[in-house]
């Protein structure tokens, strides 16, 4: 049996309160009845502030729990088929992980460090303005979500089985909170040990991992890949996954050259609003002081500028920004949180959408051509500043009054700010979209364009500017009938959660061709 009721924030540790309010509902459960929360989330559109919860009743000790001890007991597949996977994201790792449980040996393919590794390379861009190409915020072991937030929310609930996805985060150390939490949530301190413990599975059950091997080319024959050619090392295969991410430009770029069919897509752009915590905390929960057993308030919006788009994208309450480039000269930002989130710093996207219209200048780089839009905004931004990962900046109300801004509010950017007119850098049209929403939320929101308000250029990676087409059934591509793009590189989803369930379903349908 399970029960629905509401909590203050300052009774949801205690179970007393739990069983008063359940034995409201069900006054025929004895006063020591055993019970398991199985949702919680906050709803903070009426003061108070409540918890809005629902518990199972365990009538019996053999009655399943979600806090009863997982063991991730998959087959050896030492010997068996390979799956070449391109990618150690979540896509590629879920996809790892998928192969092992059909049977199948994923040999995983990437072109950065692992996990732990990684930490030098982001502490030279955070710290120097040394972007390592290989190896940065987007590349490397766990792929962007490792070292941006580890946010597990996603709407995709069709592409495939959440719990089934957030069940294996915890087999491997997640906190198993995230199986009850509406928006679950990991953090950047806690994904690394968890990433290692995802490898260490794919090891022992007879998978390959290879870092350091950068994708260089293919070798086709009759319309399959035969062999993927590194820049160390190569390999002959039969069946190639494609998860490497939507930054991963030469991967397009090869694709293109070798006149294998990829398609321009609308993407979104704009930049990383930022406010103190404490004004959202206001905005959002109406305490001047934060109730001690509430977490740092989000919140989501969105709005239509002229029939297109304009919404805030990858919220981080208590996080920080940081930079999200992929090779020098260009400067891209993103958001991140630790498991606390307790940062005084609240950013977000906000972004809107772009589409043909918006990159029409570039129709001559043909299918790249929304890639190529991109990244001239990326270099525009880069030369603002003064050649180190400084990002261009601006007081949120002087952006919609396109005044450079005479000093700045303090930032969680740790590279540093520059004052620059960051209403000069995007086309008048994504401009104005921008700012009449800028305008739209400020008159909604009270705070939300005060003198602490921050944007900080550019957040463009918000999803791939390319879609490699594949069939619906077969996952396969049209052209290269081996080739599987798979996860947010191929334009078919975004984030942790829609992006391991894709790599699972890449999966299913491989295994589906292999057995038939």
Same mark, same amino acid.
Request: hydrophobic residues 35%; charged residues 25%.
């Given at each position: ?6 909590? =203050? ?5 205690d ?31 009426f003061t ?23 063991t ?31 049977? =199948? ?11 732990q ?13 040394i972007?390592?190409?290989d ?7 766990g ?14 609930d069709k592409?495939?089985n ?11 150390g ?28 794919? =090891? ?9 091997c ?34 991963a ?5 090869l ?10 897509k609308?993407f ?7 406010h ?46 940081v930079?999200?480039?992929t ?102 049209k ?6 009449e929403a800028?305008?739209y ?8 364009l ?6 900080v ?7 791939a ?24 590189g ?12 894709d ?9 589906k061709?292999?057995n038939?």
């Amino acid at each position: 049996m399970e029960v629905d009721y509401r909590l =203050l924030p300052s009774e949801i540790y205690d179970l007393d309160a739990h069983r008063k309010q359940i034995i409201r509902q069900h006054p025929e459960l004895p006063l020591d009845f055993k019970f398991e929360l199985i949702r919680r989330n906050i709803d903070a559109r009426f003061t108070p502030v409540i918890y809005v919860l629902r518990s199972k009743i365990i009538n019996n000790e053999s009655e399943k729990s979600i806090e009863s001890a997982h063991t991730f007991k998959y087959p050896t597949v030492e010997n068996k088929t390979e799956v070449h996977i391109i990618g150690a994201g979540p896509c590629g790792y879920f996809a790892a992980l998928e192969c092992i449980r059909k049977g =199948l040996k994923p040999i995983v393919i990437d072109r950065g460090k692992d996990v732990q590794s990684r930490r030098k390379d982001l502490r030279d861009i955070q710290q120097f303005g040394i972007v390592n190409p290989d190896s940065n915020y987007c590349f490397g072991e766990g792929g962007a979500g490792t070292y941006s937030d580890g946010k597990l929310y996603t709407r995709s609930d069709k592409r495939g089985n959440i719990r089934d996805v957030l069940q294996i985060l915890v087999d491997h150390g997640a906190n198993k909170d995230i199986l009850i939490d509406v928006h679950p949530h990991i953090g950047s301190n806690k994904l690394p040990q968890i990433i290692q413990n995802i490898r260490q599975s794919i =090891l022992n059950h007879g998978g390959e991992v290879h870092f350091n091997c950068h994708v260089k080319d293919f070798i086709i024959l009759k319309n399959k890949i035969v062999e993927i050619l590194c820049e160390n090392k190569n390999f002959t295969c039969t069946n190639v996954i494609l998860a490497t991410g939507h930054s991963a430009r030469d991967i397009y770029r090869l694709l293109d050259n070798k006149k294998i069919a990829i398609q321009a897509k609308a993407f979104a752009l704009g930049f990383r609003i930022e406010h103190p915590q404490k004004d959202i905390d206001s905005m959002q929960d109406r305490q001047k002081n934060r109730e001690e057993n509430l977490p740092a308030a989000s919140y989501s919006i969105s709005c239509q500028i002229e029939d297109k788009g304009v919404f805030s994208f990858c919220m981080c309450p208590g996080g920080l920004i940081v930079p999200a480039a992929t090779s020098p000269g260009e400067i891209v930002v993103n958001g991140m949180s630790l498991s606390r989130r307790d940062s005084p710093y609240a950013n977000s996207g906000f972004v809107t959408q772009v589409d043909e219209e918006d990159f029409i200048k570039f129709s001559d780089r043909n299918e790249l051509r929304a890639l190529a839009f991109q990244s001239s905004i990326e270099q525009k931004v880069f030369a603002l500043g003064d050649g180190s990962q400084k990002a261009a900046a601006q007081k949120t109300i002087d952006y919609i009054n396109k005044k450079i801004s005479g000093s700045l509010p303090s930032s969680s950017y740790i590279p540093g700010t520059i004052s620059a007119p960051v209403h000069e850098i995007f086309p008048e049209k994504i401009n104005h979209r921008l700012t009449e929403a800028l305008k739209y939320f400020g008159k909604r929101m009270k705070t939300y364009l005060s003198e602490e308000s921050i944007i900080v250029a550019t957040e463009s990676r918000t999803s791939a500017p390319v879609k490699i087409p594949r069939d619906k059934i077969s996952c396969a591509h049209p052209e290269i009938l081996n080739l599987y793009p798979s996860g947010e590189g191929a334009g078919y989803a975004g984030g942790i959660l829609s992006a391991a369930m894709d790599g699972q379903r890449v999966v299913d349908a491989i295994s589906k061709q292999i057995n038939s």
